[in-house]
């Protein structure tokens, strides 16, 4: 039962443009948000987060974006850098604190 | 300040033997999560423990994984009588308090089953 859903395996753009990688979710019990980052043979590391009180955080050039009647949270990166070339995580917590991941998206930041 | 260590970073292991996975967690962290990413697929939540105790343990395999967080030394998760499909990354995450917290992962620790 995937209850965050990544429906993008993989976004493509021009650097110095806007990625917007997408996620959505199905247990309106989730209350924290998050996006990792993964390198191959690395571990996730964390990029931004939110709580389900809000409706956006930035964090220099990462915003990440929450509608939570539509249960749908956004990152956006801008602008986007060759090193941003990665595998994105989408992970959302319940009260218990664990995470349930999607399936990831791979942005590929072309030259 | 020392982030999430774990090993061994890659550990061979023939069919039928166990696997022990070690993690500390970052400095001043008392909440340990550890993951599985199966090949081409996302994380998955395995367990989640304080010192001492296992919180949740719902994503963990009935039989033949265990996992505990002893008072003193390092987080380990044990696979016995490991089988081809237990190959995979297993990651370990900590944090301060759960919930509203964020979890920093170790670089984690690659199952291969021969």
């Known amino acids: 039962d995937q209850q965050v859903k990544q429906n993008s395996p993989s976004l493509s753009v021009q650097e110095g443009r806007i990625s917007i990688l997408n996620c959505d979710y199905t247990?309106?019990?989730?209350?924290?948000f998050l996006w990792y980052k993964k390198y191959p043979a690395e571990g996730p590391t964390f990029l931004i987060s939110?709580?389900?009180?809000?409706d956006k955080n930035e964090d220099g050039r990462f915003t990440v974006f929450l509608n939570k009647s539509a249960k749908h949270l956004s990152l956006h990166i801008v602008p986007s850098q060759p090193g941003d070339s990665a595998v994105y995580f989408c992970?959302?917590?319940?009260?218990?604190?664990?995470?349930?991941f999607g399936a990831g998206t791979q942005v590929v930041v072309t030259p | 300040n020392a982030g999430v260590m774990q090993n061994p970073r890659h550990l061979v292991r023939r069919r039928g033997q166990e696997a022990r996975l070690r993690c500390s967690p970052m400095?001043?962290?008392?909440?340990v999560y550890w993951y599985r990413q199966l090949p081409e697929e996302g994380l998955k939540f395995m367990v989640y423990?304080?010192?001492?105790?296992?919180?949740?343990e719902s994503g963990m395999p009935k039989e033949r994984f265990s996992a505990e967080f002893p008072k003193e030394g390092p987080s380990i998760l044990r696979i016995q009588q490991v089988v081809r499909g237990d190959s995979a990354a297993y990651f370990c995450?900590?944090?301060?308090?759960?919930?509203?917290?964020?979890?920093?992962f170790g670089p984690g620790t690659r199952l291969t089953v021969l």
């Open positions: 939110i709580s389900s009180i809000k």
């Open positions: 992970a959302a917590s319940d009260s218990w604190g664990k995470l349930q």
């Open positions: 423990l304080q010192k001492e105790n296992i919180i949740d």
């Open positions: 247990n309106s019990m989730f209350d924290y």
């Open positions: 400095k001043g962290h008392s909440h």
């Open positions: 995450a900590s944090s301060i308090q759960r919930q509203t917290d964020t979890q920093y």
